[in-house]
């Protein structure tokens, strides 16, 4: 798909998602945007955006979000994993979940070695325990969005660390008269995997919350001074923030720092840097964008891919688009693709980022925009690993 192609589809999902969604025709006449402009790159940060507040449960206009008669054809609402304690909900049908599905799959095709590894170890559950996680909004069901994409990983083994601790729930429902289910890293399995793993130089991917690899195999790390030598076929890749120490529910109490866990991880299985992906998304927006280690700037380097959309950054206070380097600003996914279902064609998010080149990664040659993430707006509350997660859960 060429680059050009999603500047013109972009100017037809505007014009029809107005056209069937009144809150998005509203958003577009309060800026007196005019359906019959040309999307060209100058012109992106005119495009009427949705600020992610509107996705808020708080706010309650999550509904309204639905374009023509989606909510009829709606099987369940998509939920943030909720860092602030308040979570986007929004509704994708089939086609457009199909289209997030896609996008995170090419991430980490591009990135890392998906398509070859068979072998996985998710710091995250298996389906038995996500379609338990749900809520309900206007009498359907609402889960996860990893609920969506986790059968990008069919055919493989995967080995789900995540799991269900009845003792500790029992003990948890006696000690605070509250029905809630503790869930935790199986440590026990996690390192019976990177024995076996070793001991047969199995190729392997080792993914997810980079706050969970950090907690637990910070203290594997810090208990028995364990080194692997998985030098030839180890890949790790990271996805779904959590940095700042607080992910979901679950309040570490302190920021993961991104150099620190790289040099600890290379040590840890006698890896070189080139063997991270990370993965940058969001709830609201089908985008995903991949990224590689940078040595020269001690973090990851997001790309966006052009042939899928385009990202805006606008000052923290004007909310006027930024078209330089170097300055930090809010982070606007666009993109014509996968967004049938609802106004997502232009989403405002809470991250703050930093773009590094409009045009192509000076580092990897792959050409489209690369940004780095610097924090949010919003602060991530959390609830505390107390309220359902086990961070204690790591036995040897």
Same mark, same amino acid.
């Given at each position: 798909?060429?680059?050009?192609?999603?500047?013109?589809?972009?100017?037809?999902? +505007?014009?029809?998602?107005?056209? *069937?969604?009144?809150?998005?025709?509203?958003?577009?006449?309060?800026?007196?945007?005019?359906?019959?402009?040309?999307?060209?790159? %100058?012109?992106?940060?005119? !495009? &009427?955006?949705?600020?992610? %507040?509107?996705?808020?449960?708080?706010?309650?206009?999550?509904?309204?979000?639905?374009?023509?008669?989606?909510?009829?054809? /709606?099987?369940?609402?998509?939920?943030?994993?909720?860092?602030?304690?308040?979570?986007? +909900?929004?509704?994708?049908?089939?086609?457009?979940?199909?289209?997030?599905?896609?996008?995170?799959?090419?991430?980490?095709?591009?990135?890392?070695?998906?398509?070859?590894?068979?072998?996985?170890?998710?710091?995250? &559950?298996?389906?038995?325990?996500?379609?338990?996680?749900? #809520?309900?909004?206007?009498?359907?069901?609402?889960?996860? /969005?990893?609920?969506?994409?986790?059968?990008?990983?069919?055919?493989?083994?995967?080995?789900?660390?995540?799991?269900?601790?009845?003792?500790?729930?029992?003990?948890?429902? +006696?000690?605070?008269?509250?029905?809630?289910?503790?869930?935790?890293?199986?440590?026990?399995?996690?390192?019976?995997?990177?024995?076996?793993?070793?001991?047969?130089?199995?190729?392997?991917?080792?993914?997810?919350?980079?706050?969970?690899?950090?907690?637990?195999?910070?203290?594997?790390?810090?208990?028995?001074?364990?080194?692997?030598?998985?030098?030839?076929?180890?890949?790790?890749?990271?996805?779904?923030?959590?940095?700042?120490?607080?992910?979901?529910?679950?309040?570490?109490? #302190? %920021?993961?720092?991104?150099?620190?866990?790289?040099?600890?991880?290379? *040590?840890?299985?006698?890896?070189?840097?080139?063997?991270?992906?990370?993965?940058?998304?969001?709830?609201?927006?089908?985008?995903?964008?991949?990224?590689?280690?940078?040595?020269? #700037?001690?973090?990851?380097?997001?790309?966006?891919? #052009?042939?899928?959309?385009?990202?805006? /950054?606008?000052?923290?206070?004007?909310?006027?688009?930024?078209?330089?380097?170097?300055?930090?600003? !809010?982070?606007?996914?666009?993109?014509?693709?996968?967004?049938?279902?609802?106004?997502?064609?232009?989403?405002?998010?809470?991250?703050?980022?930093?773009?590094?080149?409009?045009?192509?990664?000076?580092?990897?040659?792959?050409?489209?925009?690369?940004?780095?993430?610097?924090?949010?707006?919003? &602060?991530?509350?959390?609830?505390?690993?107390?309220?359902?997660?086990?961070?204690?859960?790591?036995?040897?």
């Amino acid at each position: 798909m060429s680059f050009s192609k999603v500047l013109d589809d972009l100017s037809i999902v +505007i014009r029809e998602t107005a056209g *069937d969604c009144e809150l998005y025709k509203k958003q577009s006449n309060e800026v007196e945007f005019d359906f019959d402009t040309t999307i060209k790159e %100058s012109n992106l940060g005119e !495009i &009427p955006y949705i600020p992610w %507040s509107f996705f808020k449960q708080s706010n309650n206009i999550f509904k309204e979000l639905l374009r023509g008669n989606t909510f009829d054809r /709606l099987n369940y609402w998509m939920e943030s994993s909720s860092t602030c304690g308040d979570p986007s +909900i929004l509704g994708r049908l089939d086609s457009d979940i199909e289209v997030l599905k896609a996008n995170y799959n090419d991430v980490f095709n591009s990135f890392s070695k998906k398509e070859e590894v068979k072998n996985l170890i998710l710091f995250a &559950p298996g389906m038995s325990i996500i379609k338990k996680i749900r #809520h309900n909004f206007y009498g359907k069901n609402a889960y996860l /969005l990893y609920k969506s994409i986790v059968d990008i990983w069919d055919g493989k083994n995967v080995n789900f660390l995540l799991q269900f601790f009845p003792g500790k729930t029992v003990r948890k429902m +006696i000690t605070t008269f509250k029905a809630r289910a503790v869930i935790g890293i199986n440590g026990k399995l996690l390192k019976s995997e990177l024995n076996r793993v070793e001991k047969k130089n199995i190729p392997t991917i080792m993914a997810n919350s980079p706050l969970w690899m950090h907690k637990v195999l910070n203290d594997y790390y810090q208990k028995e001074n364990r080194t692997f030598d998985l030098s030839e076929n180890f890949y790790i890749i990271t996805g779904g923030g959590g940095w700042d120490g607080t992910k979901g529910r679950v309040k570490l109490g #302190h %920021s993961v720092n991104k150099g620190e866990f790289i040099e600890r991880m290379c *040590d840890m299985f006698n890896i070189s840097t080139d063997k991270f992906c990370d993965n940058f998304a969001a709830t609201e927006s089908p985008l995903a964008c991949g990224g590689h280690w940078s040595k020269q #700037h001690n973090d990851f380097l997001l790309h966006v891919n #052009h042939s899928k959309g385009r990202i805006v /950054l606008r000052d923290i206070d004007s909310l006027e688009p930024i078209k330089t380097t170097g300055k930090p600003g !809010i982070l606007e996914l666009i993109t014509p693709y996968g967004v049938d279902s609802y106004a997502g064609v232009a989403v405002l998010l809470d991250d703050v980022v930093q773009v590094e080149n409009w045009k192509r990664c000076p580092e990897c040659g792959r050409e489209g925009a690369i940004f780095r993430v610097l924090g949010r707006l919003t &602060p991530s509350i959390g609830k505390g690993c107390s309220s359902i997660f086990s961070l204690d859960s790591f036995k040897l």
